[in-house]
């Protein structure tokens, strides 16, 4: 089972943003993204983090996935529990859809941001880099 640790982050709201996934297998980080997406919002920036995931697991072996996300948005509207209305987020939340069937299984669970520090780091760092 992979463990996938996503964030998106934006200085403004909307404003530059970015996004960090960072993939570990046995505790041990076999990738990781840390990519500017351009001016959006918090929650598109969230929403754009899962979706890279499952892109970038995609390539990967192993096709079981425990997610981890500090949205408790983001999480909630993957599991249904929150309707997505937002009309920049339904499109992004179809796409995750659409990559579910390539996946055996897929756990997506809300964390505190203290235990996503290294998504954090790497979502932080895109914005960083000049």
Not at 71 to 89: A, I, M, N, R, W
Request: proline residues 4%; glycine residues 6%; neutral net charge.
């Amino acid at each position: 089972m992979l463990e996938i640790y996503c964030d998106g982050a934006s200085r403004g709201n909307p404003g530059p943003a970015s996004i960090g996934v960072s993939i570990l297998f046995n505790k041990t980080e076999i990738g990781f993204l840390s990519e500017r997406i351009g001016k959006t919002t918090n929650n598109v920036a969230e929403w754009i983090s899962l979706l890279r995931a499952l892109e970038k697991c995609k390539e990967l072996e192993n096709k079981n996935l425990l997610i981890y996300m500090d949205s408790e948005l983001v999480v909630k509207q993957f599991k249904g529990e929150y309707k997505t209305k937002h009309p920049d987020l339904i499109p992004l939340k179809e796409k995750v859809f659409r990559l579910k069937p390539f996946f055996e299984s897929i756990e997506i669970r809300h964390i505190k941001r203290e235990l996503n520090k290294r998504a954090d780091e790497l979502a932080n760092l895109a914005l960083d880099d000049n």
